[in-house]
Each structure stands twice: as C-alpha cells, then as structure tokens.
T-cell receptor, first 115, second 109 residues
C-alpha cells in the first residue's frame, strides 16, 4: 500500500516569492494534517482536515499561509509571500480518523529553504 | 501550558549497547507515543501506550507508560547502525498530536 506522498521533496526560493506544497494521503484516510518542523524541534500542527473541512486551523498563520483539500483527498499548502523564517520541513500526515488510538502516518516532507 | 522534557538530547553509543531515553511532563496524559524519524523522512510510529503502567515491546524496543501518567521511557536493546535517528515522544492534547524536541541517537559501529 502506498504511503503518504508529498511533493516537491525540496524547494529553494527567494524571500517574498510564493511556494506551494502538495500532499496525497493514504487511500481511504479521512483525516489529513499539515505539520511544520523546525530544525531541532518536533513537528507542530498547522492545520487538520476532516474530509474537506478544516476543523483545526488555529495554528496556521493566516496572513501568509493557506491550505485547501478539495474533494477531501489531496491537499495543498501555500505560503505567499515566503519569509526567511519559513525555512523548515513541511510534513503531511493522514489517519483514518482523529482519535488518540488512530495512528498518524507521515509523508517524507518538503524541505523549504528561503533565501 | 504543558511542559514536556525529553532527555537526553543526543546520544552517541557503541553498536551492541542498550540505550534509554525518557519524556517527562508537567501534565497528565492519557496516551504516550514514541516515533522515530530518520534523515530525510517523516516520523514513523514505533510504540503507542494507552494505560498507566503499561509496558510494551516491539522487537528490540521497549516502552513504558509511567504510573503517574506524567512520564514514559523508551529502551533500545543491542543497538545496531540502523537505529540511528531522532526519537520523539508524543502525546494527545486538545485533539492534537504534539511532540517533544526529540533525542538524537548515533550508533558507532
């Protein structure tokens, strides 16, 4: 069974440019998460989707970050404009549903470098 | 807010040695999770703990949920080079999975 797929794996952009990340969750998983991982830290939740609805986006910096999950499957996360401090790993994860006994499966992440 | 300490931050061990790491919290949790993240990859769940006092093994890995529900440890026995990575403890709070800062393990052949 295919895991969570993310692209691109790496992205280098100049500050003030826009950037987008794409995630394809495991087939059948209703819940999709985007996490931010800074160097030397654990992942931190940005947004959680239940099907196509964003049910927890309180930690998403909405002035420059946006996300969508059209049709409740694939998702994109966008930053516009990017800042130097956005350099980090952006991880996507999925699970069948949100419970603390439901395993979250992570993708390999997109490594973003903002110059 | 919740304060979580994960120690030690990094460990250099000889192949074949055992290694232990732990997480402690100022709050009580109902679930403790242990993830491993290898370079260039996302975290992978190793062990999930749901009951205070629970001791669970997964191959050479053993983890325990502390009786006070405020701590957990992970032990790796007879380490091998592929044990290299960052080990995160995780817990659920406010319907979110949150992680500690991680323990970096380096195995020296």
């Amino acid at each position: 069974e295919a895991g969570v797929v993310q692209s691109p794996r790496y992205k280098i952009i100049e500050k003030k440019q826009p950037v987008a990340f794409w995630c394809n969750p495991i087939s059948g998983h209703n819940t999709l998460y985007w996490y931010l991982q800074n160097l030397g830290q654990g992942p931190e939740l940005l947004i959680r989707y239940e099907n196509e609805e964003a049910v927890d986006d309180s930690q998403l910096p909405k002035d420059r970050f946006s996300a969508e999950r059209l049709k409740g499957v694939d998702s994109t996360l966008k930053i516009q404009p990017a800042e130097l401090g956005d350099s980090a790993v952006y991880l996507c994860a999925s699970s069948l549903r949100l419970t603390d006994q439901e395993t979250q499966y992570f993708g390999p992440g997109t490594r973003l470098l903002v110059l | 807010g919740q304060q979580l300490n994960q120690s030690p931050q990094s460990m250099f061990i000889q192949e074949g040695e055992d290694v232990s790491m732990n997480c402690t919290s100022s709050s009580i949790f109902n679930t403790w999770l242990w993830y491993k993240q290898e370079p260039g990859e996302g975290p992978v769940l190793l062990i999930a703990l749901y009951k205070a006092g629970e001791l669970t093994s997964n191959g050479r890995l053993t983890a325990q949920f502390g009786i006070t529900r405020k701590d957990s440890f992970l032990n790796i026995s007879a380490s091998i080079p592929s044990d290299v990575g960052i080990y995160f403890c995780g817990w659920y709070g406010n319907n979110r999975l949150a992680f500690g800062k991680g323990n970096q393990v380096v195995v020296i052949p």
